[in-house]
C-alpha cells in the first residue's frame, strides 16, 4: 500500500523527479516489507507563489547532481588519467587512501604512488551503490574488477576491487578503496 | 521545505516509523539540497476498516527487521564462533567471499579456510551504511579494522576491512569481504 | 492509479466504511479504466472536534441503511404474505405498477389484483443491482425468475422477472414490475 | 462534508471529469445522507513525470465510453435498422434475450425473430441508469414505451419496456429485454 | 510545525495568494507559539473543471480588496476634501462618529460639523490593524497622530488618534474615531 | 469552496482546535469573498511518533492564552484595583498611554494620574477585536463606554472609549487608551 506524496517548491526538472521517485521507493523498501509495484509516489510541486514559511515566498534550490554520477566521472577521469578534469570534482580538503598507502591528498601523489605497482589498470564495474550518510555527505560505493599490466608489462584481470566514496555538494571529500591485489602478487 | 506524507496500514511500530521518518529525510536529502532540518515527514496510518485497495481490506504486513541490525548479529556470532546463530540469519543460497577464497556456501568452510591465516580475529568498526538495493535486497556495508593473531601468534592489528552483505527478508543472501590482510603481510 | 481520500466525520461503522470502500471503486471504474486492484481508497475521518464550517463543529448523521437490503427485505416480507412488515419499509405517496396493472399505492390492492393471476409466486434472484439516482432516491434493480402456482394449481418456473425500485431515506417510494408472465401463458 | 479528492493520471477530458465529478458524488450518496451541495469532489491530476509506481512513471489509460451512451448509440442503430452500426458495438460473445425468445447471438436472428411480432417498434425513454457491476462489466438499464405497428398494421403505443445492458470495454456483452407486449396482445 | 494547506478555485492573483500566505500565517499564530518560519503555507489552485459541489462545476469569486487599502484611499481622498471620491468608497448605510459628534451619515455633515473645530487636519499613520470581524465585515484599525491649524490660525500637532473602521464588500460600512483634540484643547 | 486543512501536533485541547477553526476561517474570509459556511476546516492531528523534523521527533508547544482573555482578565483586575492580580498579565518593559498622559510603566503611577480625573470608573464592553500583529505580539481592541464619578461626585456615562493592547507570550506588552472624557468635561 504505502502511498507516498512528496511536496516541492517548482522548477525540478523530470530527471530529478525520477530520482525522488526511485529514492522515497527505495526508502520505504528498506521498512515495509512491500514489493516495489505497491508503493506508489506523488510529487507535488509548489509555484513560489503558492508556498509561505513565516508568510514569505521561499526559492527552491537547484537539485543535487547525482553523486554516482560524480564518481563515475571521476573514475573515469581517472582511468584515462586526465588529472585536471578529476581535480575539478574534488572538495577541498578530499582526502584519499589505498591498500597499504598514506592518506594522500593530491592525485600527483596517488599517480606516483601507483607507478611501482602497476602500469596501468582498467576496471570494470560490478554494481554502484548510493545512499545518503548520517552526515551532509552522500556516500557511494562502486565495486567490479581489476585488469591492467604489473610493471613487469604481465597481465592481470578478474581482481575484485570496492570504492568508497563519500560526496558533499556535487564533490568528492573522501575515497578509500580496497583490492585483492596484494593477494593477488602473493598468490603468484 | 519538502515535506512528505506517507500512508500506511496500521500497525507499524514507534521504532519501525522513527526508521521511516530517518530514510525518508535520507533519500529526499541525496537529490534535494536542504538542510534536515527544513525536510518535515508526517506519517498517516490507515486502520485496516478506512484502506480498500480493490474494494477489499488489506492486511500490513509487519516492518522489516534492519538490515544493519541482522548483519551485525551475523558478525557477532561470526567472532564468537557461535556457528549456530550465525546460520540462523542465513537465507538458502547464502555465498560468501573473502580475498583469495573461492565462493564458499557453508560457514565451516569459510573457517577452515580461515585457520592456516589467522588464529582469530577481532573487528573494530568505524561505521555501517545501509541502503535498498536494485533487487529484492538492502544492502548493508560495515567497515574498520581488524585485530587479531597471525598462525604464529603474533599480534596485528589496525588492517582496515570493509565487508558488502545484501539482505532479504531478515536474511543474509550474500557477504563479500575485502581487506589489508594480504597486503599487510606483504609488507612484513 | 487512481487514489480517493474520502474526509468524513467520524461516527460510521465499519460496515459503512466497508460500503464507501466499494461504490467510490465502482464509480472509478465507471471512467477510468483500471483493474480493481488498482484502486486505492483511503477514508479519513474527522472528530466533530477538528471539523469546522463557518466556524462552527458539524454533527455527521448516521449512515443511510443499504437500498438493496431494504428492498430485499420488502420483497421477503411481500412473498411471505406480511403486508404490515412491508408497509412500514415504504414512503409516503408510494406507487407500484405490475404488468397490465394500474398504478396501485395499497399493498392489499396489489394482492386483490395478483389473486386472479396466480395462487403464489416465488422469486429465485439472479442478481441485485444499486445505483444513486438522478434525484433523491437510490434506484435497486432486482431480476431473477419467477416460480408458483397457477389459478388452477398447475405449477409454474423459469419466468423471467425484473423488478425496479426508488428508496430514499431507507424507504420505498416506487416499485416497477417487469416479467414474462403473459408471454408464458401465450406460449402455453 | 464529505470531501473526496481524487488522484489521477494527466490526460483526462473536462468532461472525463465532469463524469467523475458526477460518479462520485453519487456514490457518497449511496452511503452518506448528504444533500448533494455538501458534498465536495476535488479532482488531482499528476502528470506523468510526477507519478510513481514500483520507481517507475506509468502511462494513463483513457477514460472508458459513457457506457449509457453505447447504449444509446446502440439502440438507435437497432430502431434504424442499421445492424452494421450495431454490431460494430458488440463484444465477442454477445448474448441477448427478449420476452419468449431464446438466447441469440446475431442480430439478424434478433430481426427474424421479431418479424412475425411487429412490423416496426420504437421506443420513447424515461431514464437511463447506469452503475459499474461487480464484474468487468458495466450496466446500463434503459426504460420507458414502446409505440409502433402490429403484423397487421394496427398501431400501438405505451407499452412498458425495460432493458438491462452489460457494457465491457466499449463494447455491450448482453441485452436483456422484458416489456408488457404479451401482456397488451392478452388484453386485446 | 504547524502546515497548512489551503484548497482554493483558481484565479486568483499572486497578490492575493500573497495575502492569503500572511493572513493564514497570523492566524496559525494567534493560537500556537511557533515562530513565523516554522509555519507553512502550501495553496492548491483547483481548475474549474477539477472542483465539483453536488456534482457541479463551480466559479470562484474575485478576492475581496485588502480593506486597509479601501480604507487609505478613503482617508487620502478626505484629507484632500475629494468628497466625491471618498464617496464612492461607502456603502449604503454608511455611518461615522467622531468625538463629542452625533452619528453623521453624509460626508458633508461631516466637514461642516470639523469647521468651528479645526481649519484643516493632516494624519500621520504610526499603524494599520485589519482582521475579520465577527459579522460580515472586516474591522480596520489606523493610528497615529495629527497634525494641523486651529480656527485661530495656531499650528498643533502630535494629537494622538485612532479610527475604526468596517468594510463589507469593498464598501466602508462605518467609521468611529477617538482622538485627543479636546484633551490637547483643554490643557492650552 | 475554500477548503483548509491544517496539521499540527497532537496536544491541542478541544477549545484551542475550536480557536484554530475560527481564525482560519476568519483570515480566509479576509481575502475570499465566500459565506462562512462555504470555508471548511480540517485539522489533522500527529501523535509524535508520527512527525518528524530533520528525521527527529518534534515536540508541541502548549497553545498560547487567547490573548483576548488575557486583556479582559487584565481590565477587570484594574476596574477592582487588584493591582497584583493585573500586574501579573504584564510583560517586563509594558508601557500604558492614556489621554494627556505620559507613557507610564507602573500600574501605581496611572493609578494616581487617574485620581484627579475621576473617582472611580466602570467599563461597558461593545466589542473585543483580536488579531495577530506584525510582530511578536498579538493585538486586542476593546471599546465602548465608561461611567463613573466625576472627583466632585456626580456621575458621568456613556463616554466612549476604546482600548488598544499588544500581548506577547500571554503578557500584555503595552495599552494605549483614547477616550472622550476631555470632550466630555469641554462640553459640560
Redesign the interface.
Known amino acids: 500500500?504505502?502511498?507516498?506524496?512528496?511536496?516541492?517548491?517548482e522548477g525540478?526538472t523530470?530527471n530529478?523527479?525520477?530520482?525522488?521517485?526511485?529514492?522515497?521507493?527505495?526508502?520505504?523498501?528498506?521498512?515495509?516489507?512491500?514489493?516495489?509495484?505497491?508503493?506508489?509516489?506523488?510529487?507535488?510541486?509548489?509555484p513560489t507563489?503558492?508556498?509561505?514559511?513565516?508568510?514569505?515566498?521561499?526559492m527552491?534550490?537547484?537539485?543535487?547532481e547525482d553523486?554516482a554520477k560524480v564518481v563515475r566521472a571521476f573514475l573515469d577521469a581517472m582511468q584515462a588519467r586526465q588529472l585536471d578534469q578529476a581535480r575539478a570534482l574534488l572538495a577541498d580538503g578530499f582526502v584519499m587512501?589505498f591498500?597499504?598507502s598514506p592518506a594522500l591528498t593530491r592525485l600527483e601523489d596517488m599517480v606516483d604512488w601507483a607507478k611501482p605497482r602497476y602500469r596501468f589498470v582498467t576496471k570494470t564495474f560490478d554494481?554502484f551503490?548510493?545512499?545518503?550518510?548520517a552526515g551532509q555527505a552522500?556516500?557511494v560505493?562502486c565495486?567490479g574488477t581489476l585488469s591492467g599490466e604489473w610493471p613487469d608489462g604481465t597481465a592481470f584481470d578478474g581482481i575484485?576491487?570496492?570504492d568508497?566514496f563519500e560526496v558533499a555538494?556535487g564533490k568528492i571529500t573522501k575515497q578509500?578503496v580496497?583490492?585483492?591485489?596484494?593477494?593477488?602478487?602473493?598468490?603468484t
Not at 530520482?19 to 507535488?44: N, S, Y
Request: net charge negative.
Open positions: 500500500m504505502p502511498i507516498v506524496e512528496l511536496h516541492i517548491l525540478y523530470s530529478d523527479k525520477q530520482r525522488l521517485g526511485t529514492v522515497l521507493t527505495d526508502a520505504v523498501r528498506l521498512v515495509v516489507p512491500a514489493p516495489p509495484e505497491a508503493i506508489t509516489i506523488m510529487i507535488h510541486e509548489m507563489d503558492r508556498y509561505y514559511r513565516g508568510g514569505e515566498q521561499r527552491g534550490a537547484p537539485a543535487l553523486p587512501q591498500p597499504g554494481g551503490d548510493t545512499m545518503q550518510g552522500a556516500v560505493y565495486r575484485r576491487f570496492i568508497r555538494g578509500d580496497w583490492n585483492d591485489i596484494a593477494e593477488t602478487r602473493a598468490q
